[in-house]
């Protein structure tokens, strides 16, 4: 029996205390489980492909995919290769939960039973919510896109970060010029069997101003992290205490650790996703049961697993791995099909070996330097410390390859014209520690403007990053509160640049494109929730995305897009359009060479402009549709709203379940919605955890998630922090 004691703040977030770091990690493993277990189990499931014993037929195609990726298989290796030291706090961990079973936690009271928590669970289910975030799926839709497409209009549609992007190292630098374009040859259709561990693209902000910047002269961090509004949310928070660290912040339910937001007392960090290039998908010629190798046919490795169905028969399905990794689209029995090599399964990783020496970091640099052999995903992280100082380290295993063929689409496995050759070396990974700027922030943007270490081929739309790099540059010295409440922004620079941009036209001859183009003239470009600029904006952006892309791509291609059934695809059309616009509505440019490199920003400009009257008149009837006849009682919150949705109920029947919100994708306030036309603008990817965090007044810090401690709808913190999170207000971090 362990020795731990749990005590509780009012909204029910735990805090653990004991007097052995063994017995600390087995208290948050208990009080995890009896606030989330059944998040655990369907995470734990999720990743070894057994939801559809829960879940039914619908779940069948996830379920596939995951016996595919062998994530538990990789998780047991992970746990295989820990040191003693970090096996013991996973293994203690498990210990905790399954204490708190046998005193009667249960998932979902009555509906199933639930089974022994080991340490390799933990592992998958952390992979389980990354394998998602990588960039196979965007090399995927690049190829169908291609397939679909042909050659000349997949390369109009530019996806790389913008030249005046931008860039995290220096935090007041720019990227001067695109990363190198590539265009493999043309690819076959993409067919086969999609089922996808469904999740939209995530992303996140953080900043950290240094406490020479500040008006009290302590350094302030904050962040908030940009997911699906997952229910149960998908951070936990909770603070671990005993002689040798004592920690508050957010995790993912069943991992012990704070890897992405944390406070040990000196040092507060958060991180990003950086949006780097660790998935790589080979595109395999199979007869029988052999695949082409350089070196001729060798034999793929191939098993069978049983899925079984609830309410169903069980379900028997293959399993193919090639010497590139297992294989995860298309069907081998055809004679070609896509596997997938990822730096979190391709190997034996320790990784998690960083999330000790986290806890006890006493600076930045302490802090910074733990990074060294974590392994994915790669992050920003941000980080303050009491002194005053702040950093910035780009932390995770970059591959090295052979060739540059595989940024964008799949590659030939036949051959050995794009293999893995090494890692980047830690040091060479970008960093920064209390810059001249005074303040670290990154928003998903270009990290670099340096070609080497290659990173990514895309990176976030420019225009969020833009204006948290503006809202730092101009804040003087700031309190606390005014970093706080940058989280709450909502002014779109694109917004604002269009409204300046109206401002000039006009009248227009069409009667609802002037009608749209006087409302939105000479608009600052803040989507507030009461807005009715805001929802006319809304319209606008899809109008004008359908009107550029769909004569491109025809109409079946740009309905595909449209539709979000790869969740990239979202992403990809607002990359579009970032780069069509960026210099037409004021986006700062670096200086040109000679004549070149203006002539394709000068004709997507002409092609957008020519574009805008016929949006500007297709917005009007949509805004007309979707809020009434009468602009004066538009709101752009009343359409616009986040809500909850749960694995088994689909929404929650709750009015603390759904909120109307301003912004969009492209604001601090990060608040995306799909691109069908006359769809809900219900939001798509939003923050799921803010943190504030002010070195030079401890006591003061503070989190929030959409949600509550607890993942049963019957219990008082459910949901009890939705309606702070929804007002931009936060509970006391240390509190509990």
Partial sequence: MVDFLITRDGYGVPHVRADTA????????????????????YDRRRACGRWAEVAGSAALGADVLARRLGLGAAAQLDVAVMSARVRTAFEAYASGVNQAIADGAQPLPGRYP????????SVAAYLVR???????????????????????????????????????VPPDGRLTHQAADLLDEALGEVSGHLGFLSEVEPGSN???????RTAHGGAVICNDSHRALDTPNVYWQCRVTCPDFDVSGATFPGLPGFPHFGYNGSVAWAITHGDADTQDLYLERFEGSRYLTPSGWAEAEVRHERIEVRGGSPVTVPVWATRHGPVVHGNPDAGVALALKWTGTHRPNRGFECLLPMLTARNVADLAGTQDGWVDPVNNLVCADADGSIAYQCRGELPVRSSDAARRLPVPGWDDGCEWTGTVPFSSLPRSV?????????????????DEPYISYTFSQPWRAERLRS???DAGQPSTDELAAMQADTVSLQARGWGELLAGLGPLADDDAESARALLAGWDGDLAAESAAALLYACYLRALAEALYRPVLGPETWTWIASGSLAPTLSMV??????????????????????????????????????????????WTAAVKAGGPDPRRWRWGDLHRAVRVHPLASPLPSAFNSAPMGGDADTVQAAGYGWRPGSPFTVT?????????????PGSASFVIPGGASGDPASPHFSDQFALWAAHRRIGMTDA
Avoid: I
Wanted: proline content about 4%; charged content about 20%.
């Fill in 130 to 168: 990354h394998v998602q975030m990588g960039q196979w799926q965007h090399k995927l839709a690049n190829a169908v896109l291609l397939a679909r497409a042909g050659g000349d209009v997949f390369a109009r549609l530019e996806s790389r970060a913008v030249a005046g992007s931008p860039v995290a």
């Fill in 22 to 41: 063994a017995d600390a990690w087995a208290g948050m493993g208990y009080a995890c489980a009896q606030d989330r277990l059944f998040q655990m189990d």
């Fill in 685 to 697: 990817a939003l923050s799921v955890y803010r943190q504030v965090v002010d070195l030079g007044a």
């Fill in 471 to 473: 809202l730092l540059t």
């Fill in 574 to 619: 607002r990359r579009w359009l970032g780069n069509d616009t960026w210099e037409l509505l004021g986006g700062p440019v670096p200086p040109r060479v000679g004549d070149s490199a203006g002539d394709g920003a000068d004709n997507r400009g002409e092609l957008v402009m020519a574009a805008v009257p016929g949006a500007l008149a297709a917005a």
């Fill in 206 to 212: 953080a900043w950290a101003v240094s406490g020479r």
């Fill in 434 to 450: 209390d810059p001249e700027a005074g303040f670290v922030m990154t928003a998903n943007n270009a990290m670099t403007d340096a």
């Fill in 114 to 121: 639930v089974e022994e928590w080991r340490a390799w669970h």
